[in-house]
Nanobody
Framework: QVQLVESGGGWVQPGGSLRLSCTSS????????VSWFRQAPGKEREFVAT???????NYADSVKGRFTISRDNAKNTVYLQMNSLKPEDTAGYYC???????????????WGQGTQVTVSS
């Protein structure tokens, strides 16, 4: 079994910063593409950022230049550094990793349970 656990969410004033973490554990052989999504109340879940194993990153236009995705392979952890936060960034943030479990021949997406980010004055 594989589990993803996010942390680092909370309340911050506009213009502030937060760093989210997502740690994977369990019977992991390898972690491929890692991504962050978010979902605001009453809205659909939307893409935020992704990091490929090649090092290539992609960001939603709404967060470009403010958010940075990175990973620490030794810790099986993905980070999302969020700077210059705006009230419209308020949402539940979820990580999604493409993982190959030990003893299998296929990749599968796993989601974390989410961490809440609230940006307000």
């Amino acid at each position: 079994q594989v589990q993803l656990v996010e942390s680092g969410g909370g309340w911050v004033q506009p213009g502030g910063s937060l760093r989210l973490s997502c740690t994977s554990s369990g019977s992991i052989f390898s972690i491929n593409i890692v991504s962050w999504f978010r979902q605001a109340p009453g809205k659909e879940r939307e893409f935020v950022a992704t990091l490929h194993t090649s090092g290539t990153t992609n960001y939603a236009d709404s967060v470009k230049g403010r958010f940075t995705i990175s990973r620490d392979n030794a810790k099986n952890t993905v980070y999302l550094q969020m700077n210059s936060l705006k009230p419209e960034d308020t949402a539940g943030y979820y990580c999604r990793n493409l993982i190959k479990e030990t003893g299998t021949t296929y990749l599968k997406f796993y989601w974390g349970q989410g961490t809440q980010v609230t940006v307000s004055s």
